[in-house]
């Protein structure tokens, strides 16, 4: 005997909300509150001078250089300033093409644009990231470097887009802004390609508020998007971080530095990632992917070059269709099990500003008439598999406040649809 399921009137596995929905913020308290503290006594909130000795963004890049596992760390304003800045270091500019995903934050298209370099729209495949294969096609000899957007706590298939990034020499920007502490192979994101980002606003795995971080391995990446951030000049604290001398003039450049208030919330956070969000995350996502593999025969997961690494901040079930995914989501849901878009990232090309290539200026490049305007025009038909993966995935959300006892009911709830389609459809 199958349940009734509650789209047909049957009983909800799940009637209780599930706990606060965010990751980092989730776990704010006695930490955060204990280093805010200390920065407000000792009336230093910038972070190069001031009554006291400030010295939290310092210990923030310090300990994130440790738990990366990278050679320079840049705090910032926020995860878009931090894209900003690696495209800086990576002296990125007009006549450059940088290839991001369909499927992105508005900061990955607008980062070029702002360089004034031409965005090159790639596909995703079943792991939510992009497409290596349809990258490698898009490579152009004017494209310099590829920002590959880890969605959701996911990993995609970094090896793959590393290797095409070192052969074909296109540098290979990691937006970690949604898999902050995520692993592939061991090795954290962010330190696989030439540049990696992070965002801390409210909405991420760790927190600030609003902030963000470059990481890299090359110290001229590093100085000049440490200059970018700062009108294009170079504090002790950040020359103090290369190894040799400065190999850069001072340039004009933007400000996105980071206070000590950020850093303080940013350094508390940072300091029991693993502990109070990932080891919890990950638990539970290890769990559900476990006992539904074995209760759901055929089940099928996003696909993933690292499963294990994976941040385990979202459960995706790719249904295959996404005729098959809108039913089996509406069945979810209606079990109580909230579902769906887990957060405002989509396919850009449909977004009207991307298609209507809007800037400030009409004559700013890439698309102004300075030179002749570059050609390249976006929608939908630019990557012809996006919607339809979208549109296959089932999603819903695992946060550190989640019980064993909320895991149980995700679990019971998929199995209770999985075994009612398949006499369904
Ligand atoms: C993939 C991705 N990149 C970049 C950002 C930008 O981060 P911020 O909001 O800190 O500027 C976000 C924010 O949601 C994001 O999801």
Same mark, same amino acid.
């Given at each position: 005997m199958k349940a009734t399921l509650a789209i047909n009137g049957g009983t909800p596995v799940r009637t209780e909300p599930f706990p606060a929905r965010f990751w980092g913020a989730s776990v704010v308290g006695d930490e955060e509150l204990a280093l805010v503290t200390e920065v407000v006594r000792s009336r230093c909130l910038f972070r190069s001078y001031g009554e006291g000795t400030p010295h939290m963004v310092d210990d923030l890049e310090r300990e994130a250089r440790e738990f990366f596992g990278v050679r320079h760390a840049l705090g910032v304003t926020s995860g878009s300033a931090a894209l900003f800045c690696a495209l800086a270091g990576l002296g990125i500019g007009p006549g450059d093409e940088v290839i991001v995903p369909s499927l992105m934050w508005l900061s990955d298209f607008n980062a070029p644009l702002l360089h004034g370099a031409t965005p090159v729209v790639a596909d995703i495949d079943r792991t939510l990231c992009v497409d290596p294969d349809d990258l490698e096609r898009k490579i152009?000899? %004017?494209?310099?470097a590829v920002v590959v957007v880890y969605f959701m706590g996911g990993v995609g298939h970094i090896d793959r887009i590393v290797e095409i990034g070192k052969k074909r020499a296109v540098a290979v920007v990691e937006d970690c802004a949604q898999s902050c502490g995520a692993t592939f192979r061991g090795q954290r994101i +962010?330190? !696989? +390609?030439?540049v990696g980002c992070y965002s801390f606003q409210h909405n991420k795995i760790m927190t600030s508020g609003e902030g963000g971080m470059v990481v890299t391995n090359d110290p001229l990446t590093f100085e000049r998007a440490a200059r970018y951030h700062d009108l294009g000049g170079l504090r002790p604290a950040l020359a103090?971080? !290369? *190894?040799? *001398?400065?190999?850069l003039e001072p340039f004009a450049g933007a400000q996105f530095r980071m206070n000590e208030l950020t850093g303080a919330v940013a350094l508390a956070q940072l300091r029991k990632l693993?502990?109070?969000v990932l080891a919890v995350t990950q638990s539970h996502f290890g769990r559900l992917t476990r006992e539904l593999s074995e209760a759901c025969p055929g089940i099928r997961f996003r696909d993933t070059g690292d499963h294990g690494g994976d941040a385990g901040i979202a459960l995706y079930i790719d249904r295959q269709t996404p005729d098959k995914g809108a039913w089996f989501g509406k069945a979810l849901a209606a079990e109580g099990i909230p579902v769906g878009?887990?957060? %405002?990232?989509?396919? !850009? !090309?449909?977004?009207e500003y991307v298609q209507a290539r %809007?800037?400030?200026?009409?004559?700013?490049?890439?698309? +102004?008439?300075? +030179?002749?305007?570059?050609?390249c025009t976006y929608s939908p038909a630019c990557c012809p598999n996006t919607d339809a993966i979208i549109g296959s995935m089932v999603s819903t959300m695992i946060t550190p406040r989640m019980t064993d006892s909320d895991i149980d009911d995700i679990r019971d709830a998929v199995t209770k649809v999985w075994r009612a389609q398949e006499v369904s459809r």
């Open positions: 152009t000899p %004017r494209a310099k +962010g330190s !696989l +390609g030439d103090a971080q !290369l *190894e040799g *001398e400065p190999q693993d502990s109070a878009a887990t957060t %405002r990232v989509c396919n !850009l !090309l449909h977004s %809007r800037q400030t200026h009409p004559n700013m490049p890439p698309f +102004g008439p300075v +030179g002749s305007g570059d050609a």
